[in-house]
């Protein structure tokens, strides 16, 4: 049988890796597919030609509209990323009816919905597995492999050069800026790397997972998203101390009020498998009703790892190009006029312990002031930790970890301790997580 023709657009780090493996495992892959899968037509701008192999077999353009209306594609790979022009090139090409497999979070979580709901009328699929986590397989996991469950909650270390830059920090004491130069070298970061350490991609590939556990829309702009910028050396040291990892997580749940959707800087503590991921590593635990616990773990960016996701999908498509397009596997795992409209739950109704650090005066009756705040307002203290001063320095560090309190009231706490005297600037305040099975 004829190979399938495949249009791709972009030829950047991503798309180099697909070309390189699509090329380097071509047999394999169509024992795998039942059929040849051949790159036909790829559009990039810019590429570096060296570094991909069997680009020689491929027609390059700098027009990717020339692709998605190219009539003998049937399926196209987007991996130019952003919201525009990735967007309008993906629903022309679904409605030209062709397949599409996309690693772009961005899009999907902004613009998800409306794409699958053209995808659906069309009859065509929407790939998406690189979008999240890069190689590891963790849509299928949820959508497929977990499709018996009710899931309880997930969390994730879901942004690879977020934790590539925690884990040199922590262990090699780098800078923050160099090791981020360092990450966009490897092609790990994002073309905006603020998107990574301010969590906007964990945010977009957290709004994925969410719909895929939970059966809802896409509802990117509902994730609360908070990056790891503000976490300073002495932070991930105290919680060395305490026993914990701090880790950038996104964290979905579902509770009795409605869905958790947040991204943030959380300790967890040591001895959890998933504290212990490190560099560009990403892994995903996945909680279900019926199964317990689970944990997903590979390379969350790269060229290859990514990759490998984009090409299974390939994979996929082809296999499903002869069955009923009403009976493939839905987008976001429920049929899709099955979605509910669970409410999101805002911050401020989300209880969390916390690990809180201030700067107070080193004197008689300060911790007293500071306590008597938190028992007002209903916060219980785990642990307290006073740090030395500095000889001849009035203030030491004050570090508590707290049980567990909703965001509102920690923040009515927090709020009246910065406003003492003898508190010195914000209080620094972490979630922390047990991530209990
Ligand atoms: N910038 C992303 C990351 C790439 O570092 O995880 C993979 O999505």
Redesign the pocket.
């Known amino acids: 049988m004829e190979a399938v023709k495949v249009g791709l657009l972009g030829l950047g780090t991503v798309g180099g890796g697909t070309v390189n493996v699509l090329t380097r495992n071509a047999a394999e892959i169509a024992r795998r597919a039942g059929r040849g899968i051949r790159i036909t037509q790829a559009a990039a701008r810019e590429y570096n030609a060296e570094a991909i192999s069997g680009l020689e077999q491929i027609e390059v353009t700098d027009d990717a509209f020339a692709v998605v209306n190219n009539p003998e594609i049937e399926i196209v790979i987007e991996l130019i990323g952003g919201y525009s022009p990735a967007r309008e090139l993906v629903l022309q090409a679904i409605e030209n009816g062709k397949h599409v497999v996309t690693?772009n979070?961005a899009l999907i979580a902004m613009h998800g919905n409306e794409i699958f709901a053209a995808a659906q009328a069309k009859g065509v699929t929407v790939a998406f597995e690189?979008?999240?986590?890069?190689g590891i397989p963790i849509i299928k996991a949820i959508r497929e492999g977990l499709a018996a469950n009710r899931i309880e909650w997930l969390a994730g270390i879901?942004?690879?050069?977020?934790?590539?830059i925690l884990s040199e920090m922590r262990d090699k004491g780098r800078d923050f800026e160099d090791v981020l130069a360092e990450?966009q070298a490897l092609g790990?970061?994002?073309a905006d790397?603020t998107?990574?350490v301010e969590g906007i991609?964990?945010a977009h590939?957290l709004t994925i997972l969410s719909s895929i556990a939970f059966g809802i829309p896409l509802q990117f702009d509902k994730t609360y998203t908070e990056g790891i910028t503000r976490i300073e050396r002495q932070d991930v040291a105290f919680a060395g101390e305490l026993g914990y990892r701090i880790k950038h997580l996104g964290i979905a749940r579902k509770t009795d009020k409605g869905i958790e959707m947040r991204v943030h800087p959380t300790l967890i503590p040591e001895r959890r498998l998933i504290a212990n991921v490190d560099g560009?590593m990403?892994a995903v635990l996945v909680k279900g009703d019926a199964v317990g616990p689970t944990l997903y773990y590979g390379a969350?960016?790269?060229a290859e790892p990514?990759a490998s996701a984009v090409v299974a999908d390939v994979v996929d498509v082809v296999r499903a190009l002869t069955t009923d397009p009403e009976n493939r596997v839905p987008h976001l795992a429920f049929q899709p006029n099955k979605l509910s409209d669970l409410p999101i739950l805002g911050m401020a109704d989300v209880e969390t312990s916390y690990y809180l650090r201030m700067q107070v005066a080193d004197k008689l009756g300060v911790m007293a002031e500071i306590t008597r705040i938190l028992a007002d307002c209903g916060i219980s203290i785990e642990a307290i930790k006073q740090k030395e001063p500095a000889e001849g320095d009035p203030q030491v560090s004050l570090i508590m970890l707290t049980h567990e309190v909703l965001e509102r009231r920690m923040n009515e706490a927090i709020a009246r301790i910065e406003a003492l005297p003898s508190v010195t600037g914000p209080v620094m305040r972490i979630r922390m997580e047990t991530l209990e099975g």
């Open positions: 690693a979070k690189a979008a999240v986590a890069g879901i942004n690879g050069t977020g934790n590539f990450a790990y970061a994002e790397p998107f990574d991609d964990a590939k560009v990403n969350g960016a790269g990514t």
